[in-house]
């Protein structure tokens, strides 16, 4: 039987990643350079063509604490609606139930999975199990395709492979695909993958995304993209399971697409290329207006709904907050550790947020604990954050959480003997 | 007026008794009658910052019983956490209160300013002012700061910019970054990347003579920041140390 690992191996584990991949890496250093750059001037020139995207804020934040307030019961509305749509829809208490009813729909091994980019199936390491029941999975999202091949994680909540820089990304696609690419044609690396992965699309059986947002009055998915990849995996297969974070809900179709807007906004985007609403399996009543479902896309529809911990999370009022993060990454772009370390600050979720994520819901207290450290509480993450969320403030109080475990490092001991002298 | 001047014993534990004997001249040119706590732990504020949960309250109300012995008029301190916590995280947490306001050195001395309006010398140079995190973005006091050094003639304040502050209706300042200082406690060989890039990123690029933050907390990480940047050509100065330099 493994040993379970002590506080401080974690902490020496994490820091000895943090700093060699992250902090010591000056390639890391200057993606994050050109990230940064790239972010601010888009989300200039988006604000300076929607300006009243500023006032999208306070809406955002009053939608997603009514949600979080009313979760169970947005969550029993959405079931309802889902089942009225024809879609199979389940409440998954843990990652370990999610992944399981996953491969119960995926069914028999051997079958093709096309992947949209998502967290919560990160969370619940979806991809990786899948494998392991015998399936082939594939990652869709350009950047996430390149974090499945180099077998990293997700650095970023948005940008996956934020990390990597055009010459990384050249040698890389290079290698799968067996094509000579030059780092500074992005177009010839993007047209490879695309060849690369639309034979998978096309022979797929299962395809499987995560949302932005649900709409509990019409159980209607809200999905962002660029790619057109989450087009065709939402649509090609005969099959389409969703894996959301019950988080994601909110009331009305309105107040989703008012999520969603703001979730693009601050995500760097002016406009993203789709935004797809789903609610249910394709369906036609073109003959004597017999409903009939399977028509041109998936005759299946299925929603997992994941709790893992957020429903418990709904009702502490000190840190119910971090369930309103929409997963936009603007926080990220502005943190100091982040600068320097991408997504090796993080566990499972990345950044000061993510840290939080890390220890409510992906990974427990213990594991979240260096990155909880991590934090400069600097509190420029909440400026940035479009729901202004107070990261530092729950910081500090998950760190008061975590010394009463004997989490905290030793470093942090210290400091009641050495300074404080007690 | 008898302030009591509180971080003492950070600026000493930090090395920055330079910063300590500028504001100890500029108190006294001022003509105030200035006290220290005896017995003063370095940053108590971090028992609530780092979750030290169980001296915290003891620290705090240490703190409040030697205040209330030497009665001062005000507590000032160059220290932006303890003016934070003792406006709301003290009293919240542990029902604690100072008999008088605690002010952060900037407010202090932008009073000061206000009353006795200076003679300074000109001091022809371009200084980068950081606004500490805890007493900008949480605290929203920039004002203060930026008026002291407004007193200073021929002085050339550099601060950061932010591109779409003007657009979001925010003080640029809101998005000031941070020199990591607080990781000192926590993760300090993290931290030195975190104030290298800090330095390589923000200050080089902006080229002052001088750099300094109103924080001293702040302050300390951008002077580690450039040592171990290796950065020569910029000279870290706390405000305190151009104020007493061009007193006349």
Not at chain 2, 113 to 140: A, D, E, S, V, W
């Amino acid at each position: 039987m493994e040993k379970e690992k002590s506080i401080q191996e974690i902490y020496n584990e994490y820091l000895a990643e943090i700093i060699g991949d992250g902090a010591e890496n000056e390639t890391l250093r200057e993606a994050m350079r050109r990230a940064r750059a790239a972010y601010r001037s888009n989300l200039k020139k988006a604000l300076e063509t929607f300006p009243e995207s500023v006032e999208y804020k306070e809406k955002a934040r009053k939608i997603k604490e009514y949600s979080i307030d009313h979760l169970e019961e947005l969550i029993e509305r959405t079931m309802e609606a889902v089942r009225r749509n024809h879609g199979h829809v389940y409440l998954a208490k843990d990652a370990e139930e999610a992944n399981r009813i996953i491969a119960d729909i995926v069914g028999e091994p051997k079958k093709i999975i096309v992947k949209g980019k998502s967290l919560t199936t990160e969370e619940t390491e979806l991809r990786q199990y899948l494998q392991e029941k015998g399936h082939e999975v594939w990652e869709t999202d350009l950047g996430e395709f390149l974090v499945q091949v180099r077998n990293a994680r997700p650095m970023h909540m948005l940008a996956p492979s934020v990390d990597l820089t055009r010459e990384e990304a050249a040698k890389l696609i290079s290698e799968i695909t067996g094509k000579k690419l030059p780092p500074d044609k992005i177009e010839d690396m993007v047209a490879a993958v695309r060849e690369f992965l639309r034979e998978k699309f096309t022979s797929a059986h299962v395809g499987i995304a995560g949302a932005n947002a649900i709409s509990a009055d019409t159980g209607t998915l809200f999905i962002i993209e660029n790619e057109g990849n989450i087009k065709l995996t939402a649509s090609l297969p005969e099959k389409f399971v969703a894996l959301v974070g019950v988080e994601k809900i909110v009331p009305s179709l309105d107040d989703a697409f008012h999520m969603v807007k703001t979730t693009w906004r601050f995500a760097n985007y002016m406009v993203p290329s789709y935004v797809h609403m789903i609610s249910g399996p394709s369906k036609t009543g073109d003959i004597e207006k017999v409903t009939t479902y399977g028509a041109h896309g998936p005759k299946e529809f299925h929603l997992v709904l994941l709790d893992n911990g957020r429903i418990e999370l709904s009702k502490n009022p000190d840190f119910k907050e971090i369930l309103y993060c929409m997963k936009c990454g603007a926080c990220m772009y502005e943190c100091p550790i982040f600068w320097i370390a991408a997504g090796h600050f993080g566990v499972r979720y990345p950044g000061g947020i993510g840290a939080l994520w890390d220890a409510f819901i992906a990974k427990g207290f213990k594991e979240a604990a260096p990155a909880v450290y991590s934090c400069a509480i600097c509190d420029r993450c909440r400026v940035r954050c479009p729901l202004n969320i107070d990261t530092a403030r729950m910081i500090i109080k998950l760190r008061a959480i975590l010394y009463e475990k004997g989490y905290a490092p030793d470093i942090v001991k210290e400091v009641k003997t050495k300074l404080f002298k007690r | 007026m008898k302030v009591v001047l509180a971080g003492r014993v950070n600026l000493e534990h930090t090395g920055q008794e330079d910063v300590l004997e500028s504001i100890i001249s500029l108190m006294n040119k001022l003509g105030v009658d200035l006290a220290f706590i005896e017995n003063e732990v370095v940053c108590m504020e971090a028992s609530i910052n780092l979750g030290i949960s169980d001296v915290a309250e003891e620290l705090f109300r240490e703190f409040k019983e030697a205040v209330e012995e030497i009665k001062p008029d005000v507590v000032v301190s160059a220290y932006a956490a303890g003016v934070a916590k003792w406006k709301r995280d003290v009293p919240e947490r542990y029902g604690l209160k100072l008999p008088v306001p605690y002010l952060h050195l900037t407010e202090f001395l932008a009073d000061e300013f206000r009353k006795r309006k200076p003679n300074l010398k000109p001091f022809p140079h371009r200084y980068f002012l950081q606004h500490g995190c805890t007493l900008g973005r949480k605290l929203g006091k920039f004002q203060p700061a930026r008026e002291v050094l407004s007193h200073v003639p021929e002085l050339e304040v550099i601060e950061e910019d932010y591109p779409t502050a003007e657009l979001e209706g925010m003080d640029p300042a809101m998005f000031n970054s941070c020199p990591a200082a607080w990781l000192n406690f926590a993760q300090p060989e993290l931290g030195d990347y975190a104030k290298e890039n800090y330095v390589l990123d923000v200050l080089v690029p902006r080229k002052p003579e001088f750099a300094g933050s109103t924080c001293a907390n702040g302050h300390y990480g951008i002077r580690q920041g450039l040592e171990i940047a290796e950065i020569e050509d910029i000279k870290p100065l706390y405000f305190t140390q151009i104020l007493d330099q061009v007193w006349r």
